[in-house]
């Protein structure tokens, strides 16, 4: 068995960024990994973190939103935001309405026991993150939050190409 050849071309710094932009993103996925799963088994039976992020997203701008926007507010595609609002509609945690102006269009908007629902997955899953932000410590997490929001601005504003 031979050894790939490692590429010439390539210096130890360069070598020294790959593996780092390695460890961190593995780390990311990771931790996204586990902070999906303790949420999801703190949501209220049901409620999937999709369903829960469009209820925190309406409740927060508190205004309607088209699905068109709400899919690009959370980066999936329009069928994916239609199935989950259908889910919520169906649930009674939204209210989807048409565009008198446009008929191709529909708004939604959060109802009462969407804005309940909402409070009980908070009530459900921010003692264990919060516990989580205790045992790191706030400091720590606080320096932590400008690389992850960098990040993420730089993500969502211009995605690597390979």
């Given at each position: 068995m031979t050894t790939p050849p490692s590429t010439p071309d390539k210096t130890?710094?360069?070598?020294?960024?790959?593996r780092l932009a390695a460890s961190l993103f593995a780390e990311v996925?990771?931790?996204?990994?586990?902070?999906?799963?303790?949420?999801?088994?703190?949501?209220?039976?049901?409620?999937?973190?999709s369903h829960f992020s469009v209820l925190n997203l309406l409740a927060h701008v508190n205004e309607e939103r088209t699905p068109a926007q709400l899919a690009a507010a959370f980066h999936v595609t329009r069928g994916a935001m239609t199935n989950t609002l259908a889910r919520l509609d169906w649930?009674?945690?939204?209210?989807i309405r048409p565009d008198w102006d446009d008929a191709r269009r529909k708004f939604v908007?959060?109802?009462?026991?969407?804005?309940?629902?909402r409070d009980q997955a908070i009530a459900g899953f921010m003692p264990l993150i919060a516990g989580v932000v205790r045992d790191i410590g706030a400091e720590r997490?606080?320096?932590?939050?400008?690389v992850l929001r960098e990040l993420r601005l730089r993500l969502?504003?211009?995605?690597?190409?390979p």
């Amino acid at each position: 068995m031979t050894t790939p050849p490692s590429t010439p071309d390539k210096t130890a710094e360069a070598r020294s960024t790959d593996r780092l932009a390695a460890s961190l993103f593995a780390e990311v996925l990771i931790a996204d990994q586990l902070s999906r799963n303790l949420i999801l088994r703190a949501l209220p039976k049901g409620m999937q973190i999709s369903h829960f992020s469009v209820l925190n997203l309406l409740a927060h701008v508190n205004e309607e939103r088209t699905p068109a926007q709400l899919a690009a507010a959370f980066h999936v595609t329009r069928g994916a935001m239609t199935n989950t609002l259908a889910r919520l509609d169906w649930a009674g945690h939204v209210h989807i309405r048409p565009d008198w102006d446009d008929a191709r269009r529909k708004f939604v908007s959060i109802s009462t026991a969407g804005r309940a629902a909402r409070d009980q997955a908070i009530a459900g899953f921010m003692p264990l993150i919060a516990g989580v932000v205790r045992d790191i410590g706030a400091e720590r997490v606080r320096g932590a939050l400008p690389v992850l929001r960098e990040l993420r601005l730089r993500l969502e504003a211009d995605p690597p190409k390979p």
